[in-house]
């Protein structure tokens, strides 16, 4: 999820906290709880920061090991530590039990974004992505802001939060339900499908589909319940010569193919250079694919610039990295 959502999670987490009898008589546990599970919300996301190093660090480790089953324990830990230095008449157990509460739930609802995250390391490095719910989801949001409004009306935090929980667990139900039955349309379409990728959008019934079949890659979007065809493209995997070789050498590529799970290829050779870009399927966007990754080469195969993330236009993409004009 986004930033925002996760800090009304943790506010939401901190009034249901106070249903605990001894969070709920206790003000000093209560702030410290408070405090750890808005800090626990937002902590797995400390990878963040690899933004300023590049791209291709941050789409090869974000929401990996920071969202691993043992850093939810090590990030509990130090938070409560941490808090505990400026609260320490505050109930130890308490506050490490809602603090990893915290920090688990983070973890668990990015499971339902189609980015995913490897939450079952060190066990498996396979990314889960339910592609449920968007990265950022209005209802979700409105549903807390709406929760926090009421308790300070004067509502009790923890049953108000509750309720709000409860009609949030029946909304993830009827996504999964809306999904579900896309799939199912989508077979009938296309029997011979192999895999079905499927990305919400902030829009409740605009989906994005990327699906492979034996031979074909189709691009799809599901709007109001339609399946509507835009994309087609042919099958055909990537070939190891030289050039391809050399390209997957570069950090940016690697990063792309380590990452998307869906994509097509082009090799293009120019009067002094080649130039490989791979291109993700499930983010089409008014006819454009943005997320990509790119490398060109000079014709002793050495990497001369290259790029990996979000770009709405070959001009941008062309300005953003100063490659070599074609």
Do not use: C
């Amino acid at each position: 999820m986004d930033t925002g959502t996760h800090v009304v999670m943790g506010i939401a987490l901190g009034g249901i906290a106070t249903l605990d009898p001894v969070v709920g008589v206790d003000h000093s546990t209560a702030y410290a709880v408070m405090l750890g599970t808005i800090i626990g919300s937002q902590a797995p996301d400390l990878d963040t920061i690899l933004k300023l190093r590049n791209n291709a660090k941050y789409i090869r480790n974000h929401r990996g090991i920071t969202h691993s089953i043992p850093a939810v324990f090590i990030w509990s830990f130090l938070i409560t530590g941490l808090i505990m230095l400026f609260v320490p008449e505050s109930n130890l157990l308490h506050l490490w039990l809602w603090t990893f509460f915290a920090i688990a739930l983070h973890v668990f609802v990015d499971i339902f974004n189609a980015y995913g995250t490897q939450a079952l390391r060190p066990f498996t490095k396979k990314w889960i992505a339910l592609g449920i719910i968007n990265t950022f989801d209005p209802f979700i949001f409105i549903a807390h802001l709406i929760g926090i409004a009421i308790w300070v009306l004067g509502a009790h935090p923890g049953y108000t939060f509750l309720t709000v929980y409860i009609i949030l667990m029946a909304y993830y139900i009827i996504r999964f339900s809306m999904q579900r039955r896309i799939i199912h349309r989508l077979h009938k379409l296309l029997p011979d499908i192999e895999q079905v990728i499927i990305s919400p959008t902030m829009r409740f019934r605009h989906w994005h589909i990327a699906i492979m079949t034996n031979t074909r890659f189709h691009v799809a979007r599901s709007i109001n319940g339609e399946i509507i065809l835009q994309d087609e493209f042919e099958r055909i995997p990537v070939p190891q010569t030289n050039v391809i070789r050399a390209a997957e050498e570069d950090d940016n590529i690697s990063a792309f193919l380590s990452f998307s799970p869906v994509y097509r290829w082009e090799v293009d050779e120019f009067t002094d250079h080649y130039e490989v870009r791979f291109i993700d399927l499930r983010y089409r966007s008014k006819g454009y694919y943005p997320f990509v990754a790119i490398v060109q080469l000079d014709y002793d195969l050495n990497i001369v610039s290259s790029y990996t993330g979000w770009i709405f236009s070959e001009e941008k993409l062309r300005k953003k990295l100063e490659l070599i004009p074609d």
